[in-house]
């Protein structure tokens, strides 16, 4: 029994089937991979301003290409299951899921934080 599962993202209405539970996985993260990029490449078009709202401090130039790079191999990178696992159980329990941004601003915003203040390595004698 094959069930159509619809997902809502920032590109528009996506279509899954869920036939075998592993190719379905495979196709709610791609889906949910999709949707990362697309958050990530409206943002570096202007991710000085974003910066700067988010986290109430002005990034430099050099602070801006470093977390414009890091955000692109964020982009790039495979989505991690267990920190989307409540995403995709909603998408395999409801007909339609609409996937909100939140959890992965949450994780854009860690690799901008980690980029404005890295964490600093103490060394105790």
């Not at 190719?23 to 949910?32: H, P």
């Not at 998408?91 to 609409?98: D, P, Q």
Request: aromatic share 6%.
């Amino acid at each position: 029994m094959n069930t159509v599962k619809n997902i809502k993202i920032a590109t528009g209405l996506k279509r899954i089937e869920l036939g075998n539970e592993n190719f379905a996985l495979l196709q709610i993260r791609e889906v949910l991979k999709e949707h990362r990029e697309t958050l990530i490449n409206r943002l570096v078009l202007d991710l000085g301003t974003y910066i700067n709202y988010t986290f109430s401090t002005p990034a430099t130039r050099s602070q801006i290409e470093a977390i414009r790079e890091k955000l692109i191999d964020l982009r790039k990178s495979t989505l991690s299951m267990p920190a989307y696992s409540d995403i995709i159980n909603e998408v395999l329990e409801n007909e339609t899921t609409y996937v909100r941004s939140e959890p992965f601003y949450h994780e854009i915003n860690a690799v901008i934080g980690e980029a404005l203040n890295p964490s600093q390595l103490i060394l105790v004698k």
